[in-house]
């Protein structure tokens, strides 16, 4: 938080920043505030610290220190903030483990009128029903009712927080006049105190830039390596902040942060007629959903209009609003119009070198004018528009007739586009769909979206191009009162499903400091002497030969020590299939070459950038799954699983469907990137490795071998991960052996942390999917036969590409039991960084190929597809595909329940009431069910270790195999370690993993990891209170302390090693048998959304979020020569908190354990990604309704993720049949609207 005296209002601005874009000199005079200032379990906690924690809202804690300063922030500026307000000041940051739903409860406990429970404003609590309901007496002891204690919290005490520093006070009071200058190694910061020098240095230096935000300055210099050796702040010139209201519009200083414009937009708002407004309501529109909270208080409104990007979300409106630009120099003042000349940067319409703007004038509109502004992006916040527009009518007064028009259009060309000539032939018309029609094709002509448009998605594009200037038709239709009759959306349904947390809630071990930010992560490890830092050097082909390396520049580099290639490894350079630095070759684009060591990250950095590598390009670079179809480019061979007689039953069905489905990848996007530190110790050869990895024992054996020394000479430590989903399983291992190698050469510790780019495209993430079905049915609905092959996108090692395709295999039948089947697996290998492990593993893939059927078997038998679920799902004990036996009983509860607890009859009926009455919103609904097999198909994989050990003062230290990934693994440990050893939790602690305590650990995956470290500590903590037990029979009054000196007296061992002899999986595939899981877990989802059919937008109301990322926002994007354009947050969308369901229910079925767990443990970790597919196909449904009532075909192919994109041209309707016979012909197209629509 960065509080600063703000010289026009006097009054201190309190704004959350996204630190990596404040450079230093900007901070002049402001106070910043970090999580660490603002409370500490060492001294106080702050409530918003407390009140996170113990709402649930932190599991790795990566994310957690931003959240806290957000809501601070908020907290500082308003005491009892409304939920919207808690909303936008969240919706800047990012969490991928919470799904924000607990984060959002511990910021509503400061809400006006918050009770904390799900049922808002109801007065009641959900908790409150199902003990009502239950009949059983121990049931409210069993279950706790709420999620957190309210009356535990401290209250928020406004007179407790830090002042505003009094020096700094004056120092703003009084301001200092000097220009203020800053040298730094390759920029000049200059800070004049007044206008004039402003102006005298522009004029001075006219090629330095204004740096106000940094926003747009700061990314370009990083992402383009842009340099600008001086550069002018006029952060301290007041009249740059002036704001001034006049009868006939508004002017805004153009150093004024876009928050502020926000604020004083609003204002105006609230005090002008209504007619006066429209301006500053569709500005208002966007400002709410331009970037995150963060990035709107740094960002200014001059640096957003001088920077005139393309996907601009102001200059639209500005420009068809006529705001008028103040420039002033040396010279004196004038006015430009912000107009398309502008925008498109024609000298004779721009400004001077030596000009700068003061500020911004932004008419009043009148009566009988109407403004609105479009935007269509990936996600509804945080998400540069892939289109937006700004649209302004006058009509002649008291008429329909267009008296003036002006359109603008973003992301359609390299600036903002006017579809001036458009507007000017529809002078004069009436407000009428003969002018739409009109309208529609003059824009489509002149604003010509060439192939090479920015961000592609052409056929996209131009659908909206018409699509909002339909739906500003509508609008001013509405507007005008004429021909549209206005249509109140039905409520949904005021029946709230049932909350029933499972077990006690309690509070994530670490959950305090990650609130205060004492947590420490691998990287927060303070620098250890002599450290240096590795940049890793990696391949720009896709497929070549290394011809040469020449580093001699880069060694040349001040702090530069050395480059590590392949000659420095003394062992094995990883495997044949997966080599840690490449050799000769390079198999794509990512692959690690060699790695940098220098004394700081920015000379390593600099260091990799004067590696010259030249190459030969190879034959053939296979990319798509369809190319190394083509190629014959497997990873491994087919897996195949067969039962029936599919041939034949084929022959017998009423029906045949055949169809494919694509799914793409997924990033893992942990918070918390790869990263290392090796430290080399003088003796033996040890090392010390801490590392962010969910498998320390394999970093430990890859180290190993690579640095060709045992392995009890290497330690790994792992405190805590900031995330992993699969992503830290394999990969560590590569980057701590790099990082070994590095240090054992060079003989200092290494440090190796990669960004998020670099991360995003070295590390693979979920395997892409390609899925061929055809499917065998009854008109009925009952399905015979089902033949099922799936491909992989492997990429270019094989990694767990064999696994991965194995399990997807054993899992593809999902709920159903089908006599005839036939699946076959085969993972691809093309030439991008090699996919590996991701929650789920393959199932959240290759079901959706499953449900696809389904849900095309539906449509052809003319009913809605959970009749078809039904019939087809297991019904009684059975065998799967694969011959294990397994009861289906636990599945048929959770439909049953599920259907009931959504009412989807109801809801169903409710869509379909709506989707009649509605043509250009769509609702759909799906429900899905799930079985989901847990565990490894290998037995080796079940066994677990842990040691535990009593002190004299009776404290227990526990160690266990498993690593603490956010999931809340050591929390849970100590819970089953408390119950055993029948001690409160106080007396116990983990300090971390290590595999000097516990030797050979299996990586903490597939969801069994509480399973297994649980059965190991419950194994210790039973030897240890045998041992306890004649003491305590000899002395049943004493005290823990009592029994445990007793048998320190008595030489009783306080240590033991619990173990865990887990489940003996085997898989035969060549008989296609076995029995290769402990247990399945079972769940239902159902999910409603409502779709824009004119932008594709779709409103999530119940999903599990990373799956609902996976189907329908998180999309990786590629260059044809197979370099990894999604590298940022910026181009790859994880949900954010404004994405999460407006209602999301939760219920596990009680009394539903198996006796493979402990206590209470299920197999959670993995498998509620897949029941996120619920939204997928409730999207699918809304689709299929509004393609039903344009008479285009039901089943049209399948592509995760839904992205607004493809929900939109899915759409079929006019619009886009319009913009293909545009492309088509390039020519006139005429056509009708219906009469009676609706929005
Ligand atoms: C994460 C992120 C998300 C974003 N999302 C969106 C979005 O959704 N929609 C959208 O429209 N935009 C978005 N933006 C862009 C953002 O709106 C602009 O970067 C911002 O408004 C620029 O303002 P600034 O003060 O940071 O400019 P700076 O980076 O400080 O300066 C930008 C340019 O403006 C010039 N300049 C600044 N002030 C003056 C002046 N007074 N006179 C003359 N020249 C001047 C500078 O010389 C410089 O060339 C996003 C940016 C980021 C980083
Ligand atoms: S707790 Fe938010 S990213 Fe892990």
């Known amino acids: 938080m960065v509080s600063k005296h703000d010289p026009v209002s006097k009054k201190i601005r309190h704004f959350s920043v996204t630190a990596c874009l404040v450079p230093i000199c900007s901070l002049y005079g402001a106070a910043v505030t970090t999580v660490e200032g603002v409370g500490s379990i060492k001294t106080r906690l702050h409530p918003v610290q407390e009140r996170i924690a113990k709402s649930h809202g932190t599991q790795c804690g990566f994310c957690t220190p931003g959240m806290v300063m957000s809501l601070y922030t908020l907290l500082r500026n308003h005491l009892q903030p409304s939920e919207e307000q808690l909303m936008e000041a969240l919706g800047g940051n990012l969490c991928r483990c919470t799904g924000y739903r607990p984060i959002l409860e511990s910021g509503k406990t400061f809400c006006v009128g918050s009770n904390g429970c799900q049922q808002k404003g109801t007065g009641k609590c959900c908790m409150d029903q199902r003990e009502n309901l239950s009949s059983s007496l121990d049931r409210k002891s069993d279950i706790c009712t709420e999620l957190f204690a309210k009356e535990e919290f401290q209250p928020l005490d406004p007179t407790q927080e830090l002042i505003f520093p009094p020096e700094l006070l004056r120092m703003a009071e009084n301001p200092e006049k000097r220009t203020l200058i800053f040298y730094g190694e390759r920029v000049t910061w200059i800070s004049p105190g007044t206008l004039q020098d402003l102006l005298e240095l522009k004029a001075k230096y006219p090629e330095a830039p204004l740096i106000l935000g940094n926003t747009s300055l700061g990314p370009a210099m990083k992402a383009q390596g842009r340099s600008y050796p001086i550069l002018l702040s006029p952060a301290r010139i007041s009249e740059l902040s002036v704001v001034m209201k006049t009868s006939d519009g508004l002017t805004i200083g153009a150093a004024c942060s876009l928050a502020q414009v926000k604020d004083f937009l609003t204002e105006s708002i609230s005090e002008l007629p209504e007619e006066k407004t429209q301006t500053y309501q569709a500005l208002l529109k966007h400002l709410r959903s331009l970037a995150g909270q963060q990035i709107r208080n740094m960002a200014s409104l001059g640096g957003h209009i001088i920077s005139r990007h393309c996907y601009s979300d102001l200059n639209p409106v500005l420009a068809v609003g006529n705001a008028t630009l103040n420039l002033r120099s040396e010279e004196g003042t004038r006015q430009i119009p912000l107009n398309e000349q502008f925008l498109a940067g024609l000298a004779s319409a721009d400004l001077k070198p030596e ?96 192939g090479s448009a920015p961000g592609g998605k052409v056929e996209f594009k131009r659908t909206l191009v018409v699509s909002f200037l339909f739906k500003f038709y509508l609008k001013v239709l509405q507007e005008l009162k004429m021909l549209v009759r206005l249509f109140s959306m039905p409520r949904v349904d005021s029946h709230q499903p049932l909350q029933d947390p499972v077990g006690r809630p309690i509070m994530h071990l670490s959950g305090l400091k990650h609130a205060t930010g004492e947590a420490i992560f691998c990287d927060d490890i303070p620098r250890v002497d002599k450290e240096l830092f590795m940049a890793l050097v990696t391949s720009t082909r896709a497929h070549a030969k290394i011809i040469s390396i020449d580093f001699s520049e880069a060694l040349e580099l001040p702090e530069v020590v050395d480059v590590i290639t392949v000659e420095d490894i003394p062992g094995t350079n990883g495997t044949e299939d997966d080599k840690l630095l490449a050799v000769d070759e390079v198999l794509c684009v990512g692959q690690v070459i060699c790695a940098v060591v220098a004394e700081t990250d920015v000379q390593a950095k600099r260091a990799i950038e004067k590696i010259k590598i030249t190459y030969e390009d190879l034959e053939p670079i296979i990319f798509t799954v369809e190319d190394a179809i083509k190629h014959n480019s497997f990873l491994c061979p087919e897996k195949k699983l067969e039962q029936g007689n599919i041939k034949e039953a084929f022959e017998k069905v009423d029906q045949i469907v055949e169809g494919e489905v694509h799914i793409g990848g997924q990033e893992h996007f942990y918070m918390e990137t790869q990263r290392v530190l090796v430290i080399p110790k003088t003796e033996d050869k040890e090392l010390d490795i801490y590392v962010s990895t969910q498998d320390p024992a394999h970093v430990q054996k890859t180290v190993s071998s690579t640095l060709n020394i045992p392995i009890n000479r290497i330690t790994c430590h792992v405190k805590r991960v900031g995330g992993g989903f699969g992503g830290k399983v394999g990969r560590p291992s590569v980057f701590g052996a790099i990082a070994a190698v590095g240090a054992v050469k060079t003989g200092h510790p290494i440090r190796l942390v990669l960004d998020r780019e670099d991360d995003m495209l070295i590390t693979g993430g979920r395997h892409p999917l390609f899925g061929k079905y055809k499917v065998g049915f009854m008109n009925n609905g009952r399905i015979k036969a089902l033949d099922i092959e799936c491909y992989v996108n492997g990429g270019c090692m094989l990694d767990d590409s064999e696994l991965v395709t194995e399990f997807l295999i054993l899992k593809l039948e999902n709920a159903y039991k089908i006599h005839n089947l036939r699946f076959r697996g085969r993972a691809c290998k093309t030439n991008l960084p090699s996919n590996t492990a991701f929650r789920g593993f393959g199932f959240p893939q290759g079901t959706l190929v499953t449900e696809s059927c389904i849900t095309a078997v539906a449509a052809k038998c003319g009913l809605p597809p959970e009749k078809i679920r039904e019939k087809n799902m297991y019904k009684t004990f059975d065998k799967t595909i694969y011959k294990q036996a397994f009861s289906p009983e636990t599945l048929i509860r959770c439909w049953n329940e599920c259907l009931e607890k959504s009412s989807f009859h109801s809801r169903r009926r409710q869509v379909e009431e709506f989707n009649k009455k509605n043509y250009w919103k769509k609702k759909g609904i799906a429900i899905i069910p799930m079985k989901f097999s847990v565990g490894f198909a290998a037995t080796s994989y079940h066994q677990a270790a842990a040691l535990v050990h009593i002190y004299t003062d009776g404290s227990v230290l526990v160690t266990h195999g498993g690593n603490e990934l956010g999931q809340g693994i050591h929390t849970k440990m100590l819970q089953v370690a408390s119950r055993e050893l029948k001690v409160p939790m106080s007396y116990l602690h983990i300090c971390e993993t290590s595999t000097a305590t516990v030797p050979n650990t299996i990586a903490t995956a597939a969801s069994i990891g509480a399973d297994v470290n649980g059965r190991a500590v419950q194994n210790a903590c039973q030897i240890l209170l045998k041992r306890l037990e004649p003491n305590i029979k000899k002395n049943p009054e004493g005290t823990w302390e009592d029994w445990i000196e007793a048998a320190f007296e008595q030489r009783i061992s306080l240590s033991a090693t619990g173990y865990f002899r887990g489940y003996k999986a085997f898989m035969d595939w060549e008989k296609g048998e076995g029995d290769p899981f402990p247990y399945y877990v079972y769940g239902v989802a159902c999910s409603e959304v409502e779709i824009d059919c004119l932008t594709g937008a779709h409103k999530i109301e119940g999903a599990f979020i990373q799956g609902m990322g996976l189907y329908t926002t998180e999309e990786l994007q590629y260059s044809p020569e197979g370099v990894l354009y999604s590298r940022s947050s910026d181009e790859y969308k994880i949900p954010t908190i404004t994405d999460i369901p407006e209602e999301f229910n939760v219920s596990l079925l009680p009394s539903s354990q198996t006796p493979l767990t402990i206590y209470s443990s299920k ?77």
């Not at 009509?395 to 267009?402: M, Q």
């Not at 359109?407 to 507007?423: D, E, F, L, M, R």
């Not at 309707?1213 to 020519?1227: A, G, I, K, P």
Request: charged residues 20%.
């Open 355 to 450: 000009e700068i703007l003061e500020s911004v004038y932004i008419p009043h509109s009148q009566k009988w004018e109407f403004v609105s502004a479009f935007r269509q992006a990936q996600c509804p916040q945080n998400a540069l528009p892939d289109i937006n527009a700004g649209m302004r009518v006058l009509f002649k007064e008291g008429t329909d007739i267009i008296e003036d028009l002006s359109i603008a259009y973003g992301g359609v060309g390299t600036a903002t586009v006017s579809a001036h000539k458009s507007c000017q032939q529809l002078l004069g018309r009436r407000w009428n769909e003969l002018m739409l029609d009109e309208a529609c094709r003059l824009v489509l002509d002149e604003v010509s979206l060439p």
């Open 1163 to 1239: 197999g959670l970790g993995e498998s509620g990604m897949f029941l996120g597919s619920s939204v997928f196909f409730a999207i699918a449904d809304a689709v299929a309704a509004a393609r039903r009532e344009r008479d285009a075909a039901e089943d049209f192919t399948v592509k995760s993720p839904a992205t607004p994109e493809q929900v939109r041209m899915a759409c079929a309707d006019r619009f886009t049949e319009m913009v293909w016979n545009y492309s088509l012909f390039s020519s006139k197209v005429i056509f009708l609207f219906p009469a009676s629509w609706t929005y």
